[in-house]
T-cell receptor, first 118, second 115 residues
Framework: AQTVTQSQPEMSVQEAETVTLSCTYD???????LFWYKQPPSRQMILVIR??????QNATENRFSVNFQKAAKSFSLKISDSQLGDAAMYFC???????????????FGKGTKLSVKP | DSGVTQTPKHLITATGQRVTLRCSPR?????VYWYQQSLDQGLQFLIH???????AKGNILERFSAQQFPDLHSELNLSSLELGDSALYFC??????????????FGPGTRLTVL
């Protein structure tokens, strides 16, 4: 069974600094998708970034980038120039394949709570 | 705004009761996924519908059921409610397997409190 692990329950960063959130996963599949979602205090789940496993190039979205290490099954999120609005819970998610008992649902890690200090 | 709508935003009810949560997917999306977020279990997948058909079940209790209607909106029915059912229930929509990436976009959630 696929699993997602976020080993850092809480992280803190100074405003304008850079922080990296860790995520590891386990799967026997070779082609899959990984996501980072942000959940601010409003509780809305907001897509931050997406990575396709067959693409070796790391995904980037403005100040957010990932370090995808397929062999190590590692998918970390780097936030550059941190802003107060980045304070939130961040969830790493693995999308299951569209066959067998799975149909593309997401498996989430337990989340990392990020605080941003002014 | 993700384009996914969920009603109601908050629901307070008593044990043993039945409630219905509603979700309208983004325009053009055929897939609807339901997830439950609780303090002890985290975010868990409940059930997936694609174009009106059930496609996969996750950790969904027998007391819970769902359906997707011809207009693609979906309802999650929770019955014989227990205190432990108190949670935030999310609906997410996507284009489905034919779209390849099928990124899921989440609604604002329904917060259910069972007293």
């Amino acid at each position: 069974a696929q699993t997602v692990t976020q080993s850092q329950p809480e992280m803190s960063v100074q405003e304008a600094e850079t922080v990296t959130l860790s995520c590891t996963y386990d799967t026997s599949e070779s082609d899959y998708y990984l996501f980072w979602y942000k959940q601010p205090p409003s509780r809305q789940m907001i897509l931050v970034i997406r990575q396709e496993a067959y693409k070796q190039q790391n995904a980037t979205e403005n100040r957010f980038s990932v370090n995808f290490q397929k062999a190590a099954k590692s998918f970390s999120l780097k936030i550059s120039d941190s802003q107060l609005g980045d304070a939130a819970m961040y969830f790493c998610a693995y999308r299951t394949p569209f066959y067998g008992g799975s149909q593309g649902n997401l498996i989430f890690g337990k989340g990392t709570k990020l605080s941003v200090k002014p | 705004d993700s384009g996914v709508t969920q009603t109601p935003k908050h629901l307070i009810t008593a044990t043993g009761q039945r409630v219905t949560l509603r979700c309208s997917p983004r325009s053009g999306d055929l897939s609807v996924y339901w997830y439950q977020q609780s303090l002890d279990q985290g975010l868990q997948f409940l059930i997936h519908y694609y174009n009106g058909e059930e496609r996969a079940k996750g950790n969904i209790l027998e007391r819970f059921s769902a359906q997707q209607f011809p207009d693609l909106h979906s309802e999650l029915n929770l019955s014989s409610l227990e205190l432990g059912d108190s949670a935030l229930y999310f609906c997410a929509s996507g284009k489905g397997e034919l779209a390849g990436t099928d990124t899921q976009y989440f609604g604002p959630g329904t917060r259910l409190t069972v007293l």
